[in-house]
C-alpha cells in the first residue's frame, strides 16, 4: 500500500521543495521503497537537488477541438454551450481558441452535426527516473509546464499518473490554494503545510490550512525558519489544536548550502536529524490511523 | 512584481516600492495569497462581488440516478453513494456545464457561483486594490485582470500614471495575467539554483508576452555565485539588471511590525530597495 505524503504551503519559498527532498532521500536511505513527485509544473526544482537520471518521457496532451468545416453548419451552438470562450461560430467559419480550452468535450458532446471531434493538443511533458543518495535510490518523477500555457493540472494529474506504486509517495505541491495546489493534493494521506513565523507566513497557513480541511485531508504543519520572526503561527496552531511536526531553525550556512542545490540531510547530520524525526511521526501517525 | 520562484520577498520589495512612488495605486494581484492588506492595514472604500464562472449542482428532487453526469464529467467532480443522487463536489467542478448538457431530466442546477470580492481601499500609502477568494474557488487569473482593471480606472480618474502590481509565483494562469501588456516587469529572484531555473522560465514567458523585464536579486550575500549566474542570465536575454538587495534581519523585522521595509529602517537592504526602485523607474520614465 502507498503512502501518499504531500508537501504544501500557501506562502512560496517556505522550504517545500527541501524538504520533500529531505523527506523522499531520508526514506530511501533508510531503504524504504520511496518517490519523489514534483507537482509545482510551473517551477520544478527537485531535480536540482536528487539529479535524478531520467529513463522515460512523455508529452502530456489536453483535448481541444477541431471542426470539420464541410459538415459544419454555423448553427453557433458550440459558441453557446463553451464556458470559457474557446470555440465561437463566427459569420464565416467557426474560429477555436485552443489556449483557453479546459478540455470538458462539451461542444463535441452539444455540436448537432457531429462535426466536432477531439484532437491532442500538448501542454507539457512529464519524466520518470531514479536517483542516488548516500545509502540508496528511490524513484522521480515530475512534470514541466510548457512556457506560454496557463493551466497546470493536466500535468499535474499526469505527473501523479505516472508515479510508480511505492511504499511511501512523497508529492512536491506547488505554491498557493488555487487549483494546481489542489490537484497535487488530491487523495493525499497526510498533508505537511510548511510555513514560516511571519505575518504573511501566518496568513497564507490559514488560507492553505482552510483548503485542506475543506478537502477532509488530515495535516500538521512544518515551521521553517523558526526563530526568525513572531510567535504567532505558534499560537495559533495551538489554539487550532494543529499539530506543529517540527520547528526548524534558519541556518545561514543551510541556507548557502540549499542554494547551490546541496541535498540538506546529506550535507548536514542536524537536517538528516529533524528528517528522520519527521519521517518518523508521519509514519507512526499512518500506523495509528489505520489501526 | 514577479519572481517566477515563490518566496523571494516579492510583497516586501512591492510594500517598499508603492511608499517610495506615493503617485500610484497598488494592486494585490497574487489573489491566493494576498499579503499586502497585512502591511497597510486598507480602509475598504467600496466592495464588489466576483463571479469567475458557473458551477454544477444535482437538484436531488428531479434527479432520476441515472448516473450519466458522472460519466461525462472528466473532472470527477461527482460522487455517488449506492442510489442516492450524486453530488458534486464544488471543490472540483470545474465549471464547464457538460453534466447540464448530458442530463436527461434537466435536473443539474448550473448558476453563477460566487468566488471572491475585489475591494477598493485607502492606505496610509495610498489607494489600493485588492481581492479576496472565496474558500476553494479558483479562476484566479480572472480575478487578477478585474484586480487589474479596477486598478487601472482608479488610477486614471485620480491622474496617477502610476500602476505597482504585486503578482504571485509560477508562470501559469495567474502570473500570465498579471503580466500581459505591463511597461515593465521586474523580476525578483532568489540566489540559489532554483531561482536561476525558475528565472530562466519567467524571463522566456515575459519574452513570449512581449513585455519588457528587468531584475534583481534579493539577499544577494546568500550566494555570490548564483548572484553572478543571475546577472549574466540577464545581460544575455536583455534584460536591465537592476540590483542587489542583502541579507538583512530587519525586512523581517519590518513585516512582523507591520511596515514597509523602506519605512521602518534606512540603510542595508531598505537602501539597496530604493536602489533597485530609482533604477527601475529611471526604466519606465526612459519608456515616455
Same mark, same amino acid.
Given at each position: 500500500?502507498?503512502?501518499?505524503?504531500?508537501?504544501?504551503?500557501?506562502?512560496?519559498?517556505?522550504?517545500?521543495?527541501?524538504?520533500?527532498?529531505?523527506?523522499?532521500?531520508?526514506?530511501?536511505?533508510?531503504?524504504?521503497?520511496?518517490?519523489?513527485?514534483?507537482?509545482?509544473?510551473?517551477?520544478?526544482?527537485?531535480?536540482?537537488?536528487?539529479?535524478?537520471?531520467?529513463?522515460?518521457?512523455?508529452?502530456?496532451?489536453?483535448?481541444?477541438?477541431?471542426?470539420?468545416?464541410?459538415?459544419?453548419?454555423?448553427?453557433?451552438?458550440?459558441?453557446?454551450?463553451?464556458?470559457?470562450?474557446?470555440?465561437?461560430?463566427?459569420?464565416?467559419?467557426?474560429?477555436?481558441?485552443?489556449?483557453?480550452?479546459?478540455?470538458?468535450?462539451?461542444?463535441?458532446?452539444?455540436?448537432?452535426?457531429?462535426?466536432?471531434?477531439?484532437?491532442?493538443?500538448?501542454?507539457?511533458?512529464?519524466?520518470?527516473?531514479?536517483?542516488?543518495?548516500? #545509502?540508496?535510490?528511490?524513484?522521480?518523477?515530475?512534470?514541466?509546464?510548457?512556457?506560454?500555457?496557463?493551466?497546470?493540472?493536466?500535468?499535474?494529474?499526469?505527473?501523479?499518473?505516472?508515479?510508480?506504486?511505492?511504499?511511501?509517495?512523497?508529492?512536491?505541491?506547488?505554491?498557493?490554494?488555487?487549483?494546481?495546489?489542489?490537484?497535487?493534493?488530491?487523495?493525499?494521506?497526510?498533508?505537511?503545510?510548511?510555513?514560516?513565523?511571519?505575518?504573511? #507566513?501566518?496568513?497564507?497557513?490559514?488560507?492553505?490550512?482552510?483548503?485542506?480541511?475543506?478537502?477532509?485531508?488530515?495535516?500538521?504543519?512544518?515551521?521553517?525558519?523558526?526563530?526568525?520572526?513572531?510567535?504567532?503561527?505558534?499560537?495559533?496552531?495551538?489554539?487550532?489544536?494543529?499539530?506543529?511536526?517540527?520547528?526548524?531553525?534558519?541556518?545561514?550556512?543551510?541556507?548557502?548550502?540549499?542554494?547551490?542545490?546541496?541535498?540538506?540531510?546529506?550535507?548536514?547530520?542536524?537536517?538528516?536529524?529533524?528528517?528522520?524525526?519527521?519521517?518518523?511521526?508521519?509514519?507512526?501517525?499512518?500506523?495509528?490511523?489505520?489501526? | 512584481?514577479?519572481?517566477?520562484?515563490?518566496?523571494?520577498?516579492?510583497?516586501?520589495?512591492?510594500?517598499?516600492?508603492?511608499?517610495?512612488?506615493?503617485?500610484?495605486?497598488?494592486?494585490?494581484?497574487?489573489?491566493?495569497?494576498?499579503?499586502?492588506?497585512?502591511?497597510?492595514?486598507?480602509?475598504?472604500?467600496?466592495?464588489?462581488?466576483?463571479?469567475?464562472?458557473?458551477?454544477?449542482?444535482?437538484?436531488?428532487?428531479?434527479?432520476?440516478?441515472?448516473?450519466?453526469?458522472?460519466?461525462?464529467?472528466?473532472?470527477?467532480?461527482?460522487?455517488?453513494?449506492?442510489?442516492?443522487?450524486?453530488?458534486?463536489?464544488?471543490?472540483?467542478?470545474?465549471?464547464?456545464?457538460?453534466?447540464?448538457?448530458?442530463?436527461?431530466?434537466?435536473?443539474?442546477?448550473?448558476?453563477?457561483?460566487?468566488?471572491?470580492?475585489?475591494?477598493?481601499?485607502?492606505?496610509?500609502?495610498?489607494?489600493?486594490?485588492?481581492?479576496?477568494?472565496?474558500?476553494?474557488?479558483?479562476?484566479?487569473?480572472?480575478?487578477?485582470?478585474?484586480?487589474?482593471?479596477?486598478?487601472?480606472?482608479?488610477?486614471?480618474?485620480?491622474?496617477?500614471?502610476?500602476?505597482?502590481?504585486?503578482?504571485?509565483?509560477?508562470?501559469?494562469?495567474?502570473?500570465?495575467?498579471?503580466?500581459?501588456?505591463?511597461?515593465?516587469?521586474?523580476?525578483?529572484?532568489?540566489?540559489?539554483?532554483?531561482?536561476?531555473?525558475?528565472?530562466?522560465?519567467?524571463?522566456?514567458?515575459?519574452?513570449?508576452?512581449?513585455?519588457?523585464?528587468?531584475?534583481?536579486?534579493?539577499?544577494?550575500?546568500?550566494?555570490?555565485?548564483?548572484?553572478?549566474?543571475?546577472?549574466?542570465?540577464?545581460?544575455?536575454?536583455?534584460?536591465?539588471?537592476?540590483?542587489?538587495?542583502?541579507?538583512?534581519?530587519?525586512?523581517?523585522?519590518?513585516?512582523?511590525?507591520?511596515?514597509?521595509?523602506?519605512?521602518?529602517?534606512?540603510?542595508?537592504?531598505?537602501?539597496?530597495?530604493?536602489?533597485?526602485?530609482?533604477?527601475?523607474?529611471?526604466?519606465?520614465?526612459?519608456?515616455?
Amino acid at each position: 500500500m502507498t503512502i501518499k505524503l504531500a508537501l504544501a504551503s500557501g506562502k512560496g519559498g517556505t522550504g517545500k521543495t527541501t524538504l520533500a527532498t529531505g523527506l523522499a532521500a531520508v526514506a530511501a536511505m533508510r531503504g524504504l521503497d520511496a518517490v519523489y513527485v514534483d507537482c509545482d509544473v510551473e517551477e520544478p526544482n527537485g531535480h536540482l537537488f536528487l539529479h535524478p537520471e531520467m529513463e522515460h518521457s512523455r508529452e502530456v496532451q489536453v483535448p481541444v477541438p477541431r471542426v470539420d468545416e464541410e459538415a459544419c453548419t454555423l448553427c453557433g451552438r458550440c459558441g453557446e454551450v463553451c464556458q470559457f470562450g474557446a470555440i465561437t461560430a463566427l459569420p464565416n467559419t467557426v474560429a477555436t481558441f485552443p489556449e483557453l480550452c479546459h478540455g470538458c468535450g462539451g461542444c463535441t458532446m452539444a455540436c448537432p452535426e457531429g462535426a466536432i471531434t477531439e484532437v491532442g493538443r500538448a501542454v507539457g511533458t512529464v519524466e520518470h527516473g531514479r536517483a542516488e543518495v548516500p #545509502g540508496g535510490s528511490l524513484s522521480f518523477v515530475h512534470g514541466v509546464l510548457n512556457v506560454g500555457e496557463a493551466m497546470a493540472p493536466p500535468v499535474i494529474d499526469a505527473v501523479l499518473e505516472e508515479a510508480p506504486p511505492s511504499q511511501l509517495m512523497v508529492v512536491d505541491s506547488p505554491p498557493g490554494t488555487a487549483c494546481p495546489m489542489i490537484a497535487a493534493l488530491r487523495g493525499s494521506d497526510y498533508v505537511v503545510l510548511v510555513t514560516e513565523p511571519t505575518p504573511f #507566513g501566518l496568513s497564507d497557513l490559514k488560507l492553505a490550512a482552510e483548503t485542506v480541511e475543506q478537502m477532509r485531508l488530515p495535516f500538521g504543519t512544518v515551521i521553517n525558519r523558526a526563530g526568525m520572526g513572531d510567535d504567532s503561527v505558534d499560537r495559533w496552531c495551538e489554539e487550532r489544536g494543529i499539530e506543529v511536526l517540527a520547528r526548524i531553525p534558519f541556518r545561514r550556512r543551510l541556507a548557502e548550502a540549499y542554494s547551490r542545490g546541496e541535498l540538506l540531510p546529506a550535507a548536514s547530520p542536524e537536517m538528516r536529524g529533524w528528517m528522520d524525526r519527521m519521517l518518523d511521526g508521519i509514519l507512526a501517525r499512518r500506523e495509528g490511523a489505520a489501526r | 512584481m514577479v519572481s517566477g520562484k515563490g518566496g523571494t520577498g516579492k510583497t516586501s520589495l512591492a510594500a517598499s516600492i508603492s511608499v517610495l512612488a506615493p503617485d500610484s495605486v497598488l494592486a494585490d494581484c497574487d489573489v491566493d495569497a494576498a499579503d499586502l492588506y497585512l502591511v497597510f492595514d486598507p480602509r475598504r472604500l467600496d466592495s464588489e462581488e466576483f463571479s469567475g464562472g458557473s458551477k454544477a449542482a444535482v437538484i436531488p428532487d428531479l434527479c432520476t440516478g441515472c448516473g450519466r453526469c458522472v460519466e461525462v464529467c472528466r473532472f470527477d467532480a461527482f460522487t455517488r453513494q449506492g442510489s442516492e443522487p450524486p453530488v458534486v463536489d464544488q471543490t472540483f467542478c470545474e465549471g464547464c456545464g457538460v453534466c447540464r448538457l448530458a442530463c436527461p431530466a434537466d435536473a443539474i442546477d448550473f448558476s453563477p457561483s460566487l468566488d471572491g470580492w475585489v475591494y477598493r481601499s485607502a492606505t496610509r500609502r495610498g489607494p489600493m486594490v485588492h481581492a479576496e477568494l472565496a474558500l476553494g474557488r479558483e479562476n484566479s487569473g480572472k480575478l487578477v485582470s478585474l484586480v487589474r482593471k479596477r486598478a487601472a480606472q482608479w488610477a486614471g480618474r485620480k491622474e496617477l500614471d502610476l500602476v505597482v502590481i504585486d503578482g504571485s509565483p509560477g508562470i501559469g494562469c495567474p502570473v500570465i495575467a498579471s503580466l500581459t501588456g505591463v511597461d515593465l516587469a521586474l523580476m525578483l529572484a532568489e540566489p540559489s539554483v532554483s531561482g536561476v531555473h525558475d528565472l530562466q522560465r519567467l524571463l522566456s514567458l515575459s519574452s513570449r508576452l512581449g513585455v519588457e523585464s528587468a531584475v534583481a536579486v534579493n539577499r544577494w550575500d546568500i550566494s555570490p555565485e548564483m548572484t553572478g549566474r543571475i546577472e549574466d542570465m540577464a545581460r544575455e536575454t536583455g534584460a536591465e539588471f537592476l540590483g542587489r538587495i542583502r541579507y538583512d534581519d530587519r525586512v523581517t523585522e519590518a513585516i512582523v511590525a507591520r511596515k514597509a521595509p523602506v519605512e521602518h529602517f534606512g540603510e542595508g537592504a531598505a537602501e539597496d530597495m530604493r536602489q533597485v526602485w530609482r533604477r527601475a523607474e529611471s526604466l519606465l520614465r526612459r519608456q515616455g
